[in-house]
């Protein structure tokens, strides 16, 4: 039987292995999540909020023993890991906290009729498929909002994430929620296709690759089955010439340095007026040559390994092959030496349409910068990708700012900050970034029927 391999990033030494599901494990993990629906549903929507709430409370209770968790599991720094122990703390107390005032019944003017009211019920089982680099926040967008809902979660994230999403369901049943209205699966793909298709799923969610997204969504199209696809990115991060050069250049590459730049919203690509361009440069390198690389469990590094050596190597590839087709490097860009997962920072300029670092999302820290000759060919060039995520402006004519963020071809636009999430506020991209929306309200509306009853007058 295969199994989840966690590998510790830092060491390359393999830390534990989880078996897989068999195929009689497939069928029984269907009945009990369609078991475990009704009376889910059932239950009193402030029962509901008061175990989210006790989810919130031991996620706040454990962050460091959370944060250290998935530093050793994928590598991200602790004081990063901690940081999103926390937040998704925030979004199971946000969704108990405003999650029944959003299933409320609405009244609707009448109409001529006695009554016209809209309910809000949940639809059924769920598959969510989660990705490796935030391991807990990814998983709260999607159970947060479905279960206060009244939905059943089936949840199968990342093969090297198995440690990390076994202690998650621990948390949600100590919490109160049943063991069979939240389970946890170690499942193949085509395991997971399965049970998309089978008529006992009613919807599934994936944050993933664009691979992943085309696989899943095919999937649900053929069986008739609502999605929510959050996909890959290139975001565009746009300096315009009334900002601060220095301030705005090091805030991009810390941006970038995040979670060793494993973010499918980080600002990948920097757009500056050719007039700042070299400064610009100057400073996101010295950023990026003088970041502390190493063990994600020590104090001051700030970059970690990649999540694998495989993903580390990538990483790499696109690099050389950058220079290879004519793009400068300014510092880093090599796998170091030894055990562990760890690449040196890289700054890249001269990018081309005909490279195809130009097109491709590059999934580690690498800044590549761009230079323009004015605003238009900015907008321009941050709409000239098939993504679609987000994006951001910086300048201190906030209105102006504001003007060409509304311009970007992406699903959440930022002025004078860069890929913000919070509860409250929907996550989710347009274009090859995918399709739906997770957190506020707009996430607790993908997975429920919304149902109108209209008595007419006697």
């Known amino acids: 039987m295969a199994t989840y391999t966690t590998t510790n990033p830092t060491t390359g030494a393999i830390e534990r292995e989880f078996p897989n599901l068999d195929e009689a494990g497939v069928q029984d993990v269907l009945h009990r999540s369609d078991a475990a629906f009704p009376g889910w549903r059932s239950t009193a929507v402030r029962e509901r909020a008061d175990i989210l709430t006790r989810v919130a409370d031991a996620y706040a209770d454990r962050k460091e023993e959370l944060g250290r968790l998935i530093a050793t599991e994928m590598g991200k720094p602790l004081r990063e890991a901690i940081g999103e122990a926390e937040l998704a703390g925030e979004i199971y ?50 159970a947060a909002p479905n279960l206060m809902a009244g939905n059943t979660v089936i949840l199968k994230h990342a093969e090297i994430c198995a440690a990390s999403a076994q202690v998650m369901g621990e948390i949600l049943h100590a919490a109160g929620v049943p063991e069979d209205a939240y389970i946890n699966v170690y499942a193949g793909h085509e395991q997971i296709a399965t049970m998309i298709a089978d008529p006992r799923v009613h919807g599934v969610s994936l944050t993933g690759s664009e691979r992943a997204g085309a696989a899943v969504a095919e999937t649900a199209g053929k069986n008739l089955k609502k999605a929510v696809l959050e996909l890959g990115g290139s975001d565009a991060f746009i300096m315009l010439e009334d900002a601060d050069v220095e301030r705005v250049a090091r805030t991009a590459a810390k941006a970038r340095l995040s979670n060793a730049g494993q973010a499918c919203n980080s600002p990948k690509r920097m757009i500056v007026l050719n007039s700042q361009f070299e400064d610009f440069v100057a400073a996101v390198t010295s950023v ?32 050389k092959r950058a220079v290879e087709q004519g793009a400068t490097l300014h510092t880093g860009g090599d796998a170091l030496e030894g055990d562990g997962a760890f690449m040196r920072p890289a700054v890249l300029t001269g990018i081309t349409p005909e490279m195809d670092a130009y097109s491709e999302e590059i999934f580690g820290p690498v800044a590549m910068v761009y230079g323009v000759d004015s605003e238009e060919e900015a907008v321009q060039l941050a709409n000239d990708v098939g993504f679609g995520l987000s994006g951001s402006v910086w300048g201190n004519d906030v209105g102006r700012a504001q003007a060409v963020a509304d311009r970007l071809a992406v699903g959440m636009a930022y002025v004078n900050e860069h890929g913000t999430t919070l509860p409250g506020l929907p996550f989710g991209g347009v274009k090859r970034s995918g399709f739906g929306r997770e957190l506020g309200r707009w996430g607790m509306g993908e997975f429920v029927n919304t149902r109108l009853r209209r008595t007419a007058k006697a």
């Open 288 to 319: 990026f040559s003088e970041a502390t690389i190493g063990d994600p469990l020590e104090k001051g590094v700030r970059v970690g390994p990649l999540s694998s050596v495989k993903a580390r190597d990538t990483v790499v590839d696109q690099v």
């Open 93 to 142: 107390r946000w969704y108990a906290e405003h999650g029944p005032e959003l299933l409320e019944p609405e009244a609707l003017d009448p109409q001529g009729a006695e009554e016209s009211l809209v309910t809000t019920e949940p639809v059924g089982p769920l598959v969510g498929v989660m990705p490796w680099n935030y391991p807990y926040y990814q998983v709260a967008r999607f």
